[in-house]
């Protein structure tokens, strides 16, 4: 069966600092993978997607990037953190059949 | 993905059947309508999926009329537990994967 990690669960950084959440998925090959963010009682941001090795979509301007180094592993980074980038960001994989995705357990991240 | 719009929140007393209809007027041919449920803290969770007529599963009903502009999410007899904002989305348009998610329906459970 398939299965979504992500991980840490839980991340305070502070301003300016560095960050790496990664998401990987397990059986399943060449699985669209998407970044979420959402800020607490908001909706669902997308940030990123990815429907191939190398290949990402951004859909909201602003100091994360994402990579796809693998297959099946997906990256958030972020060169400096801002206060505005906290909030619960969730990893999600589909394979292809129309809007079925399965998410991970999410990042808490808190920017101090 | 194709717009929908949704009632923001609804509330409702245990035992009740909870509906939520979901808009989409400008669903296409090849689009299906999905629904999620996410809890505090959690990811959202696919709860059903239909094209057309009615889709049952052990979670929901999905009540889908002929001409596809809408759709009803039917939630019997709702507990507690099924407190969660509650997502419509139609999809996957010309082979579109982006999963652009709105704001839901925030259903409230109340004793």
């Known amino acids: 069966s398939q299965t979504i990690h992500q991980w840490p669960a839980t991340l305070v950084q502070p301003v300016g600092s560095p960050l790496s959440l990664e998401c990987t998925v397990e059986g399943t090959s060449n699985p669209n993978l998407y970044w979420y963010r959402q800020a607490a009682g908001r909706g669902l941001q997308l940030l990123f997607y990815?429907?191939?090795?190398?290949?990402i979509s951004s859909e909201v301007p602003q100091n994360l990037s994402a990579s796809r180094p693998q297959d099946r592993q997906f990256i958030l980074s972020s060169k400096k953190l801002l206060l505005s980038d906290s909030g619960f960001y969730l990893c999600a994989w589909s394979s292809g059949e129309p809007t079925e995705a399965f998410f991970g357990q999410g990042t808490r991240l808190t920017v101090v | 993905l194709a717009k929908t719009t949704q009632p923001i929140s609804m509330d409702s007393y245990e035992g009740q059947e909870v509906n939520i209809t979901c808009s989409h007027n400008?669903?296409?041919?090849?689009?299906?309508i999905t629904w999620y449920q996410q809890f505090p803290s959690q990811g959202p969770r696919f709860i059903i999926q239909g094209y057309k007529t009615k889709v049952t599963n052990e979670v929901a009903s999905l009540f889908i009329p002929a001409d596809r502009k809408s759709s009803t999410l039917s939630l019997p007899r709702v507990s507690l537990s099924d407190t969660a904002v509650y997502y419509c989305?139609?999809?996957?348009?010309?082979?579109?994967?982006?999963?652009?998610f709105g704001a839901g329906t925030t259903v409230t459970v109340r004793a």
């Open positions: 989305l139609v999809g996957p348009g010309d082979n579109d994967y982006k999963l652009s």
């Open positions: 400008n669903i296409a041919t090849n689009d299906y």
């Open positions: 990815s429907v191939g090795i190398g290949q």
